[in-house]
């Protein structure tokens, strides 16, 4: 491999939001939320999960992806925790689990999105608490809530540390991009133009309109700073 091409791959793996970065996070995390829940369990923990499969999937949005709005701490922790309540509460009321599962999915997410807090882990959550388990059906709905609670509130805890003190401000911080001066032709964009168009799309996308906003506005900045340079 060319000497240009390994600096380039090792600048995408140790950047500020390289792929290096989000890995440690996520073990670090994970592996922390796992040690916490098997201490809390204590005589409990030969019994009762101690890492559940969803938090592996928070993990990914915590540490990869800390501006995304889904991987903000209220989506992790209402997200993950509300979905869980309500897979175990449609599975106590739908036995047959084929119809348990997806009732228990489409439910999951619309309360999330109600209580501005879509996680899409969420959805593996409740699929968890539908589709039940031999701990749940022994030891009742605590046999995944209490476990899947300290996974994620020590995920948490430890995304605001390891992030914060990687550079990336979590949870996430808008950065505020000073408008161009109006006698640019760049300061014609609006904000009324962007909602215009995020309106036309009809799409959820996964980054806020406040950070588009910001994008546009650093964009335009950009432009004009070149402009500016070329009538000198």
């Known amino acids: ?72 701490p209220w989506p992790v922790f209402g997200g993950d925790m509300l979905s869980a309540l309500i897979g175990l509460a449609v599975a106590h009321y739908v036995p047959a689990p084929m119809l348990a599962a997806p009732l ?38 605590h046999a995944l809530l209490m476990p899947l609670g300290i996974n994620v509130v020590t995920l948490i805890a430890a995304g605001w540390l390891y992030n914060n003190l990687t550079g990336h401000a979590w949870p996430h911080s808008l950065q505020p991009v000073p408008q161009p001066r109006p006698e640019s032709w760049a300061s014609s964009y609006e904000s009324g133009d962007l909602d215009a168009v995020l309106e036309e799309w009809d799409e959820v996308l996964d980054v806020s309109r406040d950070d588009l906003e910001a994008l546009f506005r650093a964009v335009e900045r950009r432009i004009q700073q070149r402009w500016e340079e070329q009538q000198r």
């Open 1 to 72: 491999m060319p000497y240009r091409l390994l600096i380039r791959a090792a600048s995408r793996a140790t950047g500020r939001l390289g792929w290096l970065r989000g890995a440690m996070g996520a073990l670090l995390g994970a592996g922390l939320a796992a040690i916490v829940t098997r201490l809390f369990l204590g005589t409990n923990a030969a019994a009762l999960p101690w890492l559940i499969a969803p938090v592996g999937a928070s993990a990914v949005l915590v540490f990869v992806l800390p501006a995304s709005p889904l991987a903000q």
């Open 104 to 141: 228990a999915l489409g439910a999951a997410i619309a309360a999330m999105s109600l209580c501005r807090c879509l996680h899409p882990p969420g959805g593996a959550c409740a699929l968890v608490g539908a589709l039940g388990s031999p701990a749940i059906s022994e030891q009742g709905w």
